[in-house]
T-cell receptor, first 114, second 117 residues
Framework: KAGVTQTPRYLIKTRGQQVTLSCSPI?????VSWYQQTPGQGLQFLFE???????NKGNFPGRFSGRQFSNSRSEMNVSTLELGDSALYLC?????????????FGPGTRLTVL | AQKVTQAQTEISVVEKEDVTLDCVYE???????LFWYKQPPSGELVFLIR??????QNEISGRYSWNFQKSTSSFNFTITASQVVDSAVYFC??????????????FGQGTTLQVKP
């Protein structure tokens, strides 16, 4: 069974640009969650999508958005990039996002904002 | 408030030593789940264990063991006879079962474990 895949693995952007990251969940998983990992703030929950709907959202500005497609693949977008957006962005998939279900993480996309 | 605290930022041990990673959590929910994840240098988080709030039985899996104590809100992780391959960042995480918290894991700051040969 293929794991969670994220593309691209590395990305370099400049301030003010926007970026789109992609996540393909494990086959059969309908929930996709996104996390931001930085040395200062650690791992922080961004949002969760299930059946193409955002069900839960963390405490991030509106520049961070996402969506989910009918095949459960998800994308997240960051507009007007700031230096502080440099981070490892991890996506996780689970069967239905419930607390009981294990979340399987992808390898992450490392975003550097110059 | 929901919070997970891993007070140990970095731990360094010599191979074959036992090491315990501490985790203290805060939640107002009565139903919740606790997790440990391992993050090797490659960056991918690897699931190690899940525990629900109603099951305080300790668990052992090979060289790994976990001690869950609701009375002290702790979920500690012990590696017995550590090996160099255990070197990684370890995260403790909390998931609350109440509606509206789908897909959300609350992570501690992580403990970097270095096992020296």
């Amino acid at each position: 069974k293929a794991g969670v895949t994220q593309t691209p693995r590395y990305l370099i952007k400049t301030r003010g640009q926007q970026v789109t990251l992609s996540c393909s969940p494990i086959s059969g998983h309908r929930s996709v969650s996104w996390y931001q990992q930085t040395p200062g703030q650690g791992l922080q929950f961004l949002f969760e999508y299930f059946s193409e709907t955002q069900r839960n959202k963390g405490n991030f500005p509106g520049r961070f958005s996402g969506r989910q497609f009918s095949n459960s693949r998800s994308e997240m977008n960051v507009s007007t990039l700031e230096l502080g957006d440099s981070a490892l962005y991890l996506c996780a998939s689970s069967l239905d996002g419930g607390a009981l279900n294990e979340q399987f993480f992808g390898p992450g996309t490392r975003l550097t904002v110059l | 408030a929901q919070k997970v605290t891993q007070a140990q930022t970095e731990i360094s041990v010599v191979e074959k030593e036992d090491v315990t990673l501490d985790c203290v959590y805060e939640t107002r929910d009565t139903t919740y789940y606790l997790f440990w994840y391992k993050q090797p240098p490659s960056g991918e988080l690897v699931f190690l264990i899940r525990r629900n709030s109603f099951d305080e039985q300790n668990e052992i899996s090979g060289r790994y063991s976990w001690n869950f104590q609701k009375s002290t809100s702790s979920f500690n992780f012990t590696i017995t006879a550590s090996q160099v391959v255990d070197s990684a960042v370890y995260f403790c995480a909390l998931s609350e079962a109440r509606s509206g918290n789908t897909g959300k894991l609350i992570f501690g700051q992580g403990t970097t474990l270095q096992v020296k040969p």
